[in-house]
Nanobody, 118 residues
Framework: QAPLVESGGGLVKSGESLTLSCVVS????????VGWYRQAAGKPREFVAH???????DYADSVKGRFTISRDDAKNTVYLQLNSLNSEDTAVYIC????????????WGQGTQVSVFS
């Protein structure tokens, strides 16, 4: 089983919303910080948002006020709510677990595609 599995991507119109999910396998999820990154075609991977084990959040300036990261420790899942999407948000969205006892070197998912058209 893959350590992190993303879902929820899709093709949406500008201005619409999506909710992405990242399910983290194994125990100790409640002690693990998780981040979302994205990579558009031909561009480097960039930070989007992060949530700590305690629930503290951090966002890239480009998504602040539009995206919301949250977690449900009972479901080993981190969510990323994407609102007011625009074409510049088109990318593969990838979640990443911070280094922890469960993931000594951290871990990455495979990603889910978000495509926004005008």
């Amino acid at each position: 089983q893959a350590p992190l599995v993303e879902s929820g991507g899709g093709l949406v119109k500008s201005g619409e919303s999506l909710t992405l999910s990242c399910v983290v396998s194994g125990s100790g999820f409640d002690l693990t910080g998780v981040g979302w990154y994205r990579q558009a075609a031909g561009k480097p991977r960039e930070f989007v948002a992060h949530i700590s084990s305690g629930g503290s959040t951090d966002y890239a300036d480009s998504v602040k006020g539009r995206f919301t990261i949250s977690r449900d420790d009972a479901k080993n899942t981190v969510y990323l709510q994407l609102n007011s999407l625009n074409s510049e948000d088109t990318a593969v969205y990838i979640c990443s677990a911070d280094p922890s006892q469960r993931f000594p070197r951290g871990a990455w998912g495979q990603g889910t595609q978000v495509s926004v058209f005008s």
